[in-house]
């Protein structure tokens, strides 16, 4: 029987690493619902780290934000309706960050969901809705 596969808002901002281990432990893929921070891509894709990252890189910060998640073990589907967008977003398989790369992205990590809180009812009952 194939993984069971759980999407959860996960981006850079609110990594989900503690929801990640316990996905792993129980064989449930993890999947990121809003890869790219949806409302806040702006701020995030403006992180002294991750603009320093992908220009030694030569990518864009979206592309170095969905490598970090893929590199992390986090299946990423990004969402754009526009061509180019589409395309970079597909260009990721042609670097690879270093240790400490990566751990610099840890480090942009606030741990609090930027979408919604799943620990709000009122937000539960209105995404049931959607």
């Known amino acids: 029987m194939p993984p069971a596969v759980n999407q ?13 281990e316990w996905l792993e432990k129980y064989n449930v893929r993890h999947m990121a619902y809003a890869p790219l921070g949806q409302g ?6 403006e992180h002294p780290s991750l603009v320093e ?6 990518k ?26 589409i395309k970079e977003n597909a260009d990721l398989f042609d670097f690879k960050l270093s240790a400490d790369e990566m751990e610099s992205l ?4 606030m741990a609090v969901p930027m979408i919604g809180d799943p620990e ?7 995404a049931m809705e959607w």
């Open 8 to 20: 959860i808002e996960t981006h850079l901002f609110c990594q989900r690493r503690v929801e990640h």
């Open 40 to 45: 806040r891509k702006n701020e995030m894709f």
């Open 53 to 58: 990252i992908a220009k030694a890189h030569g």
């Open 60 to 85: 864009t910060a979206a592309q170095v934000a969905l490598g970090y998640l893929m590199q992390s073990g986090v299946i990423v589907i990004p969402k754009s309706v526009h061509e180019e967008r």
């Open 106 to 109: 840890v480090k942009i990590d």
């Open 120 to 126: 709000n009812p009122v937000m539960v009952e209105s």
